[in-house]
């Protein structure tokens, strides 16, 4: 039987687009999205969802569940949604908080091995990756961890380089790692784009050059830390 992940994705669209063709070829996988909370009925709606067509951020975030969803049944995967709010809705977060939920979501699950955003760009992508780039720290050697380029983002020249230079420098080294099977003939990659489009309040906004960068190979790196010196 293939393994099965625990994903975990800063908001409602980002396990896909880094990891939905691993996801297609792992049925059972587990996406738990971290910024999937329901703003008040009386939040202001900000611009990126004014823009998407909505009119009024709670409409916007039940209709991004309704679509998270729909995207992951086609992966045969499962929605595992946390309630804190998109950096959008200008809501404080404690770190402590958001370390104890994504600490509590992996010993619930700690059979399963792990994704984590690299954290290339956006406040919210920052935070996750660092907060489990902190837990990795706490868990057995022997649990299969790894990293996913933060698809759209990863277009951006010298983020990725970025990265892997901030993980050097906090003693850890990285190397990439072929999860996916790119010669399957097992229809992951129809299936990846199907949930991608099911996305489409998010879709409908990026320009059609971005959105090339989801055709693209999906990329994964496992870290280890450097050995001390003797």
Known sequence: MSERWLVISPHLDDA????????????????????????????????????????????????????????????????????????????????????????????????????????????????????????LGEQPTTRRWFFYEDALYRRKEGLMEQRLAHWKAQGWTAQPAALVDEDATDGSVLAKAEAVRAYRSQVALFRPDTLLDLERAECYWRLQRVPAAS
């Open 16 to 135: 896909v687009f880094g990891c939905g063709r691993l996801l297609a070829q792992t049925p059972g996988s587990i996406v738990a999205t971290v910024f999937a909370g329901i703003p008040p009925r009386a939040m202001p709606t900000p611009p990126w969802d004014r823009d998407a067509g909505f009119d009024s951020a709670y409409e916007a975030v039940q209709a991004r569940r309704a679509e998270d969803r729909h995207a992951l049944s086609i992966l045969r995967a499962e929605p595992h949604w946390l309630d804190f709010l998109d950096d959008q809705y200008e809501c404080a977060l404690p770190d402590d908080a958001l370390l104890d939920a994504l600490r509590s979501l992996l010993d619930a699950h700690a059979q399963m091995g792990v994704l984590a955003p690299a954290g290339l760009l956006h406040r919210d992508h920052l935070r996750v990756q660092h907060a489990m780039l902190a837990l």
